[in-house]
């Protein structure tokens, strides 16, 4: 193999991820287009919509009246114009302004002919589509001297199943398109792309669900076969709990793959939860920092830690639905869990917790994560099938807490030591020794942050 060659595929290469409040603006664009051209190992970058920009956009989605969906777009504008101005190019400008033209249009003629999934998703793309445009240009700027950067429609690579609002990418097809189409681009330009939009083979516009484009920057990272991730957010890490709950919570330095997806499944909205998967399977180490203050540091993830707490830290999901199916027949049993999942299964409902006694199962959804896109997850029909085989519940209003750690499934002092804090506050189901990292329990939404509280206090809070 000849020297150039080889150097071409192990040279450091970087992706590095900005979400929605680091791209909200031109200033905090231009903090991030500095902090990537002093990271000569960032060849790619994905980008959010400016935070505000998706939720406006989901609101388009649900078909508001007249009145609504001028003042979304207003917000809309207002935003994306606020970046244009400082700018000041007027192409730019331009094209800004032709999309929000077309973003006028679909909303005001609604679905017509094609599904209303299918509409949404190509509504809700814009944001990353005006973000991306717009942060191409400000970084082009910055790297004037080294080859400049460029936008690139990430609809070329990031190849999806068709299920709009929560697309199902396809790694291998991914890593094809990329090789071929955008890693050839990264040797003369910084490319910039889009997180959350995807395109299934029909060329549909399709997306990855909410908080979608940290998942997004770890499927590129694999496609290209860079070493590294970065997630550029607005907390310098991941921290032993959500920072904006409790006062106390304290950056992590490291934490391991396994730690991390468990605690980004059970509600640390600083990671989305299918990020680990593509870093796991292809050694892409992940970082986490904050792109207002890059100097603080932040958390690498990585396989394995030298540290391994028994807890590490406190994560909090909120409106979680707790659906309990009472069997009729208790001779029915043995084929009463296959029938209920079936049903869930074929709705396409993920359920998160389980317990079971010996005629009924109680098991969790998360409704309000699951309806980015406009999905109602318990349907009627949904409840009308389960109501066919059993007599259903369904309880709203619930948390789950989950106390992250290692081998939490064999310590008597993490689960003794939780629920000593949880009282006197009820807790309606408990979960642990599936994983040897989480122990998981229900408790009703208005206790949740106080029960958060305490229990990181017990575990976690520095030694005075
Ligand atoms: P971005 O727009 O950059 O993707 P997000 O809002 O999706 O940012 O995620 C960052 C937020 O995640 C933080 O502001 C913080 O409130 C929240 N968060 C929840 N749990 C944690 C945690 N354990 N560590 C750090 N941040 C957390
Ligand atoms: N813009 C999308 C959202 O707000 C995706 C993301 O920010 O990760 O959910
Ligand atoms: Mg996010």
């Known amino acids: 193999m000849s020297q150039p060659h080889f150097?071409?595929?192990?040279?450091?290469?970087?992706?590095?991820?900005?979400?929605g409040t680091s791209v909200v603006d031109y200033a905090a664009m231009?903090?991030?287009?500095?902090?990537?051209?002093?990271?000569?190992?960032?060849?790619?970058?994905?980008?959010?919509?400016?935070?505000?920009?998706?939720?406006?956009?989901?609101a388009l989605g649900n078909q508001p009246d007249a009145?609504?969906?001028?003042?979304?777009?207003?917000?809309?504008?207002?935003?994306?114009?606020?970046?244009?101005?400082p700018l000041n190019e007027p192409e730019i400008a331009t094209q800004i302004q032709c999309w929000i033209d077309e973003l006028t249009t679909l909303a005001e003629m609604g679905p017509q002919s094609s599904d209303l999934a299918a509409w949404r998703d190509q509504i809700l793309a814009f944001g990353e589509r005006f973000s991306s445009l717009l942060f191409s240009r400000i970084l082009n700027r910055e790297l004037s001297q080294h080859g400049g950067a460029a936008c690139f429609d990430v609809r070329q690579v990031m190849r999806t199943d068709s299920q709009h609002g929560k697309a199902i990418p396809q790694q291998e097809s991914i890593r094809a398109l990329c090789q071929g189409a955008l890693l050839p681009r990264?040797?003369?330009?910084?490319i910039?792309?889009?997180g959350f939009v995807g395109a299934d083979g029909n060329g549909y516009t399709t997306t990855l669900g909410r908080g979608g484009s940290d998942y997004s920057a770890a499927l590129l990272a694999a496609g290209i076969g860079a070493q590294e991730v970065e997630i550029w957010t607005d907390v310098p890490g991941i921290f032993s709990t959500d920072p904006r709950l409790c006062d106390g919570a304290r950056a992590i330095r490291e934490i391991s793959f396994a730690e991390a997806a468990e605690l980004a499944t059970f509600g640390a909205k600083v990671l989305h939860p299918a990020t680990l998967i593509p870093a796991v399977a292809n050694d892409i180490a992940v970082f986490v920092g904050s792109s207002r203050e890059p100097a603080l540091g932040g958390t690498r993830i990585l396989a394995s830690t030298e540290e391994r707490p028994l807890v590490r830290a406190v994560a909090l999901r909120r409106q979680q639905t707790l659906v309990t199916v009472h069997s009729m027949n208790m001779l029915h049993a043995t084929g009463f869990l296959a029938e209920v999942f079936a049903i869930l299964a074929r709705h396409a409902i993920s359920v998160d917790l389980v317990t079971t006694s010996e005629v009924s199962i109680a098991l969790t959804l998360d409704e309000a994560g699951s309806s980015a896109n406009g999905h109602a997850l318990l349907t009627d029909e949904v409840l009308a099938e389960l109501g066919q085989l059993a007599r259903v519940e369904v309880e709203r209003n619930l948390a789950?807490?989950?106390?992250?750690?290692?081998?939490?499934?064999r310590s008597g002092a993490v689960s003794e030591h939780?629920?000593?804090?949880?009282?006197?506050?009820?807790?309606r189901m408990i979960c642990q020794g599936a994983s040897p990292h989480n122990l998981c329990f229900l408790v009703d939404e208005a206790a949740?942050?106080?029960?958060?509280?305490?229990?990181?206090?017990?575990?976690?809070s520095q030694p005075a």
């Not at 990264?186 to 910084?190: E, K, P, R, T």
């Not at 789950?400 to 499934?409: E, K, S, Y």
């Not at 939780?418 to 807790?427: L, N, Y």
């Open 7 to 19: 150097q071409h595929h192990h040279a450091a290469l970087s992706v590095a991820k900005f979400g």
């Open 30 to 58: 231009q903090r991030c287009a500095k902090l990537v051209a002093s990271r000569p190992q960032v060849r790619l970058v994905v980008v959010s919509a400016s935070a505000g920009v998706t939720n406006a956009l989901v």
């Open 67 to 85: 009145a609504e969906r001028q003042a979304q777009l207003d917000t809309i504008r207002r935003i994306q114009m606020g970046i244009c101005r």
């Open 186 to 190: 990264l040797s003369q330009q910084v």
């Open 192 to 194: 910039v792309t889009q």
């Open 400 to 409: 789950l807490v989950a106390v992250i750690g290692n081998d939490v499934h």
């Open 418 to 427: 939780t629920f000593a804090t949880v009282v006197p506050d009820p807790v």
């Open 448 to 460: 949740a942050d106080q029960v958060v509280r305490r229990v990181h206090d017990r575990f976690l």
